[in-house]
């Protein structure tokens, strides 16, 4: 559970407390793979599996917590992220935010989901070390899979041709975080997925980079002119 933090409800609480410290911390500087989990008790197992982990105490990190992420992430060679597997989805939409955050810094981010039993609502990761050897689990990180790949998979193979360029902008902006091989390597993954010319992908993907390379700069000019 997060400390209270000073507000005008809570005027006795100091403003020394501002929940800004992620568990773990010292885990995973210098890591090169590092795992993201929900819970405290969750980071706990984890790093008595020998895992270096940080935990934000809740499914996602907030907005301002970000550049501090990145700055420990900096070394990282990969980033597994392993939130709770929930019959709502809860876990996994948070830790598909984070993963974006991570992912348009330029880390190699994935996510690992954990296999949850019929009629159970949630596994989390200390549950399931509980009941399974540390090699079980590493097995599931090693099964991780990357945004991008996450992104396509989330965009079923018989979507109409006429709602397909919305559903695809997202992956297309993903895609342009990546360089030659790599990046040729989605875009044909697309084509074959739903059957359209590499052309027509070609020139939807050049404009989204360029939508995307003008709305960065518009931020960018933003934050300048703020004082």
């Not at 911390?25 to 197992?45: F, K, M, Y």
């Not at 990145?70 to 984070?98: H, P, S, W, Y």
């Not at 993963?99 to 296999?115: D, G, N, S, T, W």
């Not at 992956?171 to 990046?183: D, F, N, T």
């Amino acid at each position: 559970k997060k400390l209270l933090t000073y507000s005008d409800r809570f005027r006795y609480v100091s403003n020394a407390l501002q929940n800004d410290t992620f568990f773990g911390e010292d885990s995973v500087r210098g890591a090169e793979q590092l795992l993201i989990t929900e819970g405290i008790t969750d980071a706990i197992s984890a790093r008595q599996a020998g895992i270096p982990c940080i935990s934000p105490v809740t499914v996602r990190f907030r907005k301002r917590d970000i550049p501090k992420l990145l700055q420990l992430t900096r070394f990282a060679k990969r980033v597994i992220i392993c939130n709770d597997a929930e019959a709502n989805g809860a876990g996994n939409k948070g830790a598909m935010e984070t993963a974006a955050a991570l992912h348009f810094a330029k880390r190699e981010v994935r996510i690992a989901e954990l296999p949850r039993p019929d009629g159970v609502d949630k596994v989390d990761v200390n549950e399931f070390l509980k009941q399974n050897p540390p090699e079980v689990f590493a097995q599931i990180l090693d099964q991780a899979k990357g945004y991008v790949d996450l992104l396509l998979e989330s965009v079923p193979t018989d979507t109409s041709k006429t709602e397909l360029e919305a559903k695809l902008t997202p992956i297309l902006e993903a895609i342009s975080v990546y360089q030659g091989v790599r990046c040729d390597a989605y875009l044909n993954a697309i084509v074959e997925r739903f059957g359209i010319g590499k052309r027509v992908l070609s020139r939807t993907y050049k404009s989204v980079q360029h939508e995307r390379a003008r709305r960065l700069a518009a931020e960018r000019a933003k934050e300048k002119q703020l004082p």
